[in-house]
């Protein structure tokens, strides 16, 4: 079965630290392009952070330093480490894989939500 499955998600407060983690089934994980997006409610999805399957990483300017995206593909998992969080961080978090050649595919998580709020 093909899924991501994000998790993590939870209540902080502004400065503190959020660790989510996303793990693939039923994708070639390891040659897979991966990133973590995010939609606050009433806007459009972002791009949060992306890491390439060569290990080549970008980042949205709002949370360069702030964040770090990472990869296992011994463990077919992605994680987004958050420091520093801040209230306009509070989103909806999704883990993605793609690949452009083939075997193509755009698989998507559900989703994590994640409020900054004291």
């Known amino acids: 079965q093909v899924q991501l499955v994000e998790s993590g998600g939870d209540l902080v407060q502004p400065g503190g630290s959020l660790r989510l983690s996303c793990a693939a089934s039923g994708i070639p994980f390891s040659i897979s392009d991966v990133g973590w997006y995010r939609q606050a409610p009433g806007k459009q999805r972002e791009l949060v952070a992306a890491l390439t399957r060569g290990f080549i990483t970008t980042y949205a300017d709002s949370v360069k330093g702030r964040f770090t995206i990472s990869r296992d593909n011994g463990k077919n998992t992605m994680d987004l480490q958050m420091n520093s969080l801040k209230p306009e961080d509070t989103a909806t978090y999704y883990c993605?894989?793609?690949?452009?050649?083939?075997?193509?595919?755009?698989?998507w998580g559900q989703g994590t939500e994640v409020t900054v709020s004291s």
């Open positions: 993605n894989a793609r690949r452009d050649a083939l075997p193509r595919y755009d698989v």
